[in-house]
């Protein structure tokens, strides 16, 4: 997935629901990418963030495959793919973003207590 640009079936991805403090950086590379406080419910089977954890962590690339405008989200370090992000859609987060990521492109590094 992480080099092919595939997307992992929805509600399979290990982290979909997860509410553990921590952060999440790339599965290839171990770039920190996103954090826990930027993460949210937003019910549609991936994990969803609203904003990366640095703004130089992602790379934004148009995505016009599957005959639609999307915009795809890659790993700045690696340039592995990670997801896609949408805007607009009403979510009640500070950015009306939603990165929506694969599972299997994140690793989740708990905070300690």
Request: hydrophobic residues 30%; contains cysteine; charged residues 25%.
């Amino acid at each position: 997935m992480l080099r092919e640009a595939g997307t992992e079936r929805a509600f399979t991805g290990e982290y979909t629901d997860t509410e553990t403090e921590g952060v999440y950086s790339c599965r290839a590379c171990g770039a920190e990418l996103f954090r826990s406080g930027e993460k949210f419910h937003s019910h549609c089977g991936w994990p969803s963030f609203f904003d990366p954890a640095n703004s130089d962590a992602v790379i934004l690339r148009p995505d016009d495959s599957l005959g639609m405008r999307r915009v795809e989200v890659l790993c700045a370090t690696c340039h592995s793919h990670l997801g896609h992000v949408f805007e607009g859609e009403g979510y009640p987060t500070p950015t009306d973003k939603r990165y929506c990521i694969n599972s299997i492109s994140l690793r989740l590094t708990p905070t300690e207590r």
